[in-house]
């Protein structure tokens, strides 16, 4: 039968299970990547697993997230994942090097290979042909461990793309408009694939600007072909002997088909707080910005950065704004100040900042009280800025520059006639950021800070559960809202003890400690609870707090496999009303737990409310031994 080319790559790495939608299958993992803010935890739990050294082609650890070092905190994480990448055999991409999805775009990428990574936004691999996919630490630890990932098969859509670009529409827009179309929930469960004639017009940095952002859809992972644009590409990079074809068979067929006509797109924007949020610019034209900012891992690639530098070069920033540019990777930043790009942005007034995420996860640059920033990034939720009133609006790079000149939301085509795009013929290779680990590690000496603590123990699941409804939430739960990232908790992603004070903080800044008083609880809500990112920080801090059970209407993919990791029990209302009768607050009691994992459902009894109610728990048989016996890591004997 023809195959697309997901189902090619995902059938090459096959280790168990039927490849069809909705079976959990285990594929084997060629390639891991980490970053500061998830890595400690994963590398804390892969030092318990009794593994000499990496069993993977390649792991890379990556330093981009926690850059701001106002105490010693993050200093002593980056020595610690140095030193136990060079104990382990992994190599290590030292802070200013770059935001770890853009440089394993440049450096590690290989078409037709899979990829694990502990950050949701890993598919931007995807833009290259790799079958990339984001997960929580645990995950990446058992893959460098050597074992298998485990996933529900995805069901597979196919993105027709047709036509080409209009002049100032970018691949930005391109994903906004799916976004518009399909919602933050509308990709759970699928894997996006990318085909038709449109994909040859599309250069490598713009798929995965793509790719990148099929993580705000809530899908898998999504993937391109790789073509004759992808190996000019990696011979831009000096990487020739990495390209391999790969395109879907002739006649495949898919489960969904949308279509795309890459010429009807034109400039969008992502209002708050939703990246799917989304309207044409001309329908926010005019609102007033105090900031705009250009970067992330989803449009800080040389090409958006050169084109940002030519559009600004002979202009000057508005006097309200604050224009900030965090260039994706070292390379990146190297070629923009060789071809002068670096000085024009400087005279146009724009703050250049580190080489790193950066204001994208709150690293710095909050914007003024209820102030108004436009950004390139790929998230907008609420709070996720650092100002808990700021208003963010996501947008392309030209749109952002239009607007930063204007001092106000502007569609880029004010701008006047678009430069020519390109794509370098050489990419400036320069790996001094990577520091790579010797052939044997088993001398080296593992550092650890003061504020680096043990991953904290779980018990085994009881059979009767208690307590109360800690919080009731409504739908799309973050995991920005579950545990916050920013400057001021980052730097405890190594001490959960310590982190678990900050669960829920933006939502209830009493959350943790009624936690506590309460020995524990429940939290109900709506659709998609814990879309966002892959932090299973946001599963282990309320592990902490003795979380029990999230009772949920439905979940988003990681942070369920997260939950799980760490024994706390996804449960999912049988009937969606009932989710409208449980009240924050009510005490709610299970009995026969043991036996309602193995048979997928349970009964919840409110007794403040006076009725029961199904839950259903949907499990594999792996994860039930998981979570019964209140997580992976008690099985593994970590
Ligand atoms: C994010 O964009 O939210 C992050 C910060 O990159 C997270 C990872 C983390 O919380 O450390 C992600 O996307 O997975
Ligand atoms: Fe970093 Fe932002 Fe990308 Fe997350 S979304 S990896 S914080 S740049």
């Known amino acids: 039968m023809p195959d697309g080319?997901?189902?090619?790559?995902?059938?090459?790495?096959?280790?168990?299970?039927?490849?069809?939608?909705?079976v959990t299958i285990a594929l084997h993992v060629d390639q891991t990547l980490t970053q500061d803010a998830t890595g400690t935890a994963a590398y804390l739990q892969f030092e318990t697993m009794g593994v000499d050294r990496v069993r993977t082609?390649?792991?890379?650890?990556?330093?981009?997230?926690?850059?701001?070092?106002?105490?010693?905190?993050?200093?002593?994480?980056?020595?610690?994942?140095?030193?136990?990448?060079?104990?382990?055999?992994?190599?290590?991409?030292?802070?200013?090097?770059?935001?770890?999805?853009?440089?394993?775009?440049?450096?590690?990428?290989?078409?037709?290979?899979?990829?694990?990574?502990?950050?949701?936004h890993t598919p931007t691999c995807g833009g290259l042909g790799m079958l990339a996919v984001g997960v929580g630490g645990q995950d990446v630890a058992c893959a460098m461990a050597g074992m298998p990932f485990y996933l529900t098969a995805p069901s597979v859509v196919k993105v027709e793309l047709t036509g080409e670009l209009g002049?100032?529409?970018?691949?930005?827009?391109?994903?906004?408009?799916?976004?518009?179309?399909?919602?933050v929930r509308g990709g759970v469960g699928k894997l996006f694939e990318y085909a038709g004639p449109g994909v040859a017009t599309l250069s490598v940095p713009e798929r995965a600007t793509i790719a990148n952002m099929g993580a705000e859809l809530g899908a898998t992972t999504s993937v391109f072909p790789s073509d004759g644009v992808t190996e000019a590409w990696l011979r831009a990079q000096g990487r020739p002997g990495d390209f391999r074809p790969l395109a879907a068979d002739d006649g495949a067929e898919y489960d969904e088909v949308v279509e795309l006509d890459l010429a009807a797109v034109e400039p969008l924007v992502a209002r708050p707080h939703s990246p799917d949020d989304v309207v044409p610019v001309g329908a926010v034209a005019g609102l007033p910005v105090d900031q705009v900012c250009i970067g992330s891992c989803t449009n800080s690639s040389f090409r958006d950065l050169a084109l940002t530098a030519a559009l600004l070069e002979g202009k000057a920033v508005h006097p309200r704004v604050s224009l900030a540019v965090s260039p994706g990777s070292r390379q990146v930043l190297e070629m923009t100040a060789a071809r002068s790009g670096l000085a024009?942005?400087?005279?146009?007034?724009?703050?250049?900042?580190?080489?790193?995420?950066g204001p994208c996860i709150g690293m710095g640059q909050a914007p003024p009280s209820g102030g108004v920033t436009l950004r390139t990034f790929n998230r907008n939720f609420e709070g996720r800025t650092g100002t808990p009133?700021?208003?963010?609006?996501?947008?392309?790079?030209?749109?952002?520059?239009?607007?930063?000149?204007?001092?106000?939301?502007?569609?880029?085509?004010?701008?006047?006639?678009?430069?020519?795009?390109?794509?370098?013929?050489?990419?400036?290779?320069?790996?001094a950021g990577l520091v790579f680990p010797p052939a044997d590690g088993s001398q080296v000496e593992v550092i650890r800070g003061p504020n680096i603590k043990p991953i904290p123990p779980s018990e085994p699941l009881a059979d009767a559960l208690a307590g109360e409804v800690l919080l009731k939430l409504g739908d799309n739960v973050t995991t920005d809202h579950i545990m916050p990232a920013g400057a001021r908790t980052l730097p405890l992603r190594s001490n959960i003890p310590a982190l678990s004070e900050f669960v829920f903080e933006r939502v209830d800044p009493y959350f943790a400690r009624r936690a506590r008083e309460a020995g524990g609880g429940f939290v109900v809500a709506g659709e998609n609870y814990g879309q966002g990112s892959s932090r299973e920080h946001a599963a282990l801090a309320p592990m902490h707090l003795g979380l029990k059970a999230v009772i949920a209407?439905?979940?988003?993919?990681?942070?369920?496999a997260n939950l799980i990791n760490f024994g706390i029990l996804p449960l999912v209302f049988a009937d969606?009303?009932?989710?409208?009768?449980?009240?924050?607050?009510?005490?709610?009691?299970?009995?026969?737990?043991?036996?309602g994992v193995r048979q997928g459902s349970l009964t919840v009894s409110d007794e403040t409310a006076g009725f029961d109610f199904d839950v259903g728990i949907e499990l594999s048989e792996r994860e039930q031994e998981i979570v019964l016996a209140g997580g992976r890591l008690n099985l593994l004997g970590g």
Not at 63 to 79: F, I, K, M, W, Y
Not at 104 to 118: A, D, I, M, Q
Not at 553 to 560: G, Q, Y
């Open 576 to 595: 969606p009303a009932d989710c409208d009768r449980v009240g924050g607050g009510d005490v709610l009691s299970i009995g026969d737990v043991r036996a």
């Open 5 to 22: 080319l997901a189902w090619k790559i995902i059938k090459d790495h096959l280790v168990e299970g039927e490849p069809e939608p909705g």
């Open 389 to 431: 009133d700021a208003r963010c609006y996501l947008c392309s790079p030209p749109t952002a520059v239009a607007s930063a000149l204007a001092g106000c939301i502007a569609d880029p085509c004010t701008l006047g006639d678009p430069p020519a795009a390109f794509e370098p013929e050489r990419y400036e290779v320069d790996d």
């Open 553 to 560: 209407r439905s979940f988003a993919r990681i942070h369920r």
């Open 167 to 183: 002049p100032w529409v970018t691949a930005k827009d391109v994903i906004l408009e799916l976004l518009r179309r399909l919602s």
């Open 57 to 120: 082609d390649i792991s890379v650890s990556y330093v981009d997230h926690n850059t701001l070092q106002s105490g010693p905190e993050n200093a002593d994480d980056h020595r610690y994942l140095q030193s136990v990448a060079a104990r382990y055999g992994i190599v290590f991409s030292r802070p200013g090097n770059g935001i770890c999805h853009q440089v394993h775009l440049e450096r590690f990428g290989v078409p037709g290979k899979t990829l694990l990574g502990s950050d949701s």
């Open 344 to 357: 024009a942005m400087v005279r146009a007034g724009a703050r250049v900042l580190e080489v790193a995420c």
